[in-house]
């Protein structure tokens, strides 16, 4: 049970690049998460799914797209790549809502992009 | 919206030292209140959590009460160690809508010998 696993753990871009990070789940997680860690900043949200085939706009959200195509994974595209981009990138997920003590996030080991 | 004020860092403690961290948060309805803590180089993992008011989390000698009056969530610790360095993370979230969490910045600790 390997939890939340993201590929790959570091990048370095140069800006215009584009680039695809994945994110993969075995613990049948019905929502999963893209986050951003800045310092000084928290983790801030820029998309989430809450199944398989959806995805919605998180709070920072421009200049990145996801996909959702199997439950077990949530992709996150960078289709060109600018400076402001450089940052954490964490992955998370966690069960429907509705079942009880189900709103706990799960969280990948984060992946260190870095855009020149 | 929703928003988590956590005093900032870094704070600096001898081992054995008491702890507090100060959380408060602003939020429409009736939200889950959580710590999480980020050791150095890995991902965030759940320290503790509290789903309503009145409620108290607690994990690995971590506590935390979740005051609907005073609208915090501090977290406290009667003895820390050397291995409690890293930094927490204060969140809440609102059922439905994807649980999406909404993050303080941050409090990093570190404890000395």
């Known amino acids: 049970n390997a939890g939340v696993t993201q590929t790959p753990k570091f990048r370095v871009l140069k800006t215009g690049q584009s680039m695809t990070l994945l994110c993969a789940q075995d613990?049948?997680?019905?929502?999963m998460y893209w986050y951003r860690q800045d310092p000084g900043m928290g983790l801030r949200l820029i998309h989430y799914s809450v199944g398989e085939g959806t995805t919605a706009k998180g709070e920072v959200p421009d200049g990145y797209n996801v996909s959702r195509l199997k439950k077990q994974n949530f992709l996150l595209g960078l289709e060109s790549a600018a400076p402001s981009q450089t940052s954490v990138y964490f992955c998370a997920s966690s069960y429907f809502y509705r079942l009880p003590n189900t709103d706990t996030q799960y969280f990948g080991p984060g992946t260190r992009l870095t855009v020149l | 919206g929703n928003s988590v004020t956590q005093m900032e860092g870094p704070v600096t403690l001898s081992e054995e030292a008491f702890l507090t961290i100060n959380c408060t948060y602003t939020?429409?309805?009736?939200?889950?209140l959580f710590w999480y803590v980020q050791y150095p180089g890995e991902g965030l993992q759940l320290l503790l959590k509290a789903t309503k008011a009145d409620d108290k989390g607690s994990n690995k000698g971590f506590e935390a009460t979740y005051r609907k009056e005073t609208t915090s969530f501090h977290l406290e610790k009667g003895s820390v160690q050397v291995s409690d360095s890293a930094v927490y993370f204060c969140a809440l979230s609102e059922r439905g809508g994807g649980n999406k969490l909404t993050f303080g910045t941050g409090t990093q600790l570190k404890v000395e010998l």
């Open positions: 939020a429409t309805g009736y939200p889950s």
């Open positions: 613990m049948n997680h019905e929502y």
